[in-house]
């Protein structure tokens, strides 16, 4: 059975499909790149590879019920207990959080300084980090 297509009105008054199907690309929003919806390693395409956005359509993989359609913005990489990565997405519009399954094709760069971001911007100044070996308070005993 498939799925029920949602429409709402657009600016002009005229109906509009909410989450139109596409058969096989789409062309992302933040970065204009053409996507395939296939991708190696999951069965629902829901962000760019080149980029990492997405936009808010899913409640649950694939279910494309969401309303808000927002840009969701790669905040994070999780890594799950079998040890496989997700992204960690944000909703620029109702700020919801998700997380998306990597795919094979995601670019590799991306997702490295992604994972790296709280190495590189740590929510804290290292110079108060008590390093091991490392004088207290800063003056030498």
Same mark, same amino acid.
């Given at each position: ?22 058969d096989d690309v789409f ?53 799950? =207990?079998?040890?496989?990565?997700? $992204?960690?997405? /944000? ?9 998306? #399954? !990597? @795919?094979?094709?995601?670019? =590799?760069?991306?997702?490295?300084? $992604?994972?790296? /971001? ?9 110079? #108060? !980090? @008590?390093?091991?070996?490392a004088p207290r308070g800063?003056?030498?005993?």
């Open positions: 059975m498939g799925k029920t297509r949602r429409f709402a009105p657009d600016d002009f008054g005229r109906r509009r499909e909410l989450h139109p199907r596409h062309r992302c929003r933040r970065c204009g790149r053409e996507v395939g919806v296939s991708a190696p390693g999951t069965a629902h395409r829901n962000h760019c590879p080149f980029c990492l956005w997405s936009v808010h359509v899913d409640e649950r993989p694939g279910d494309r019920s969401a309303d808000c359609g927002g840009g969701m913005e790669p905040i994070a990489i999780w890594v799950r =207990p079998d040890g496989e990565w997700a $992204l960690v997405h /944000r909703c620029g519009s109702c700020h919801a959080v998700r997380t998306n #399954r !990597v @795919a094979g094709d995601d670019e =590799p760069v991306l997702l490295v300084s $992604l994972a790296a /971001r709280p190495l590189a911007q740590p929510p804290f100044p290292l110079e #108060r !980090v @008590a390093w091991p070996g800063g003056r030498a005993r």
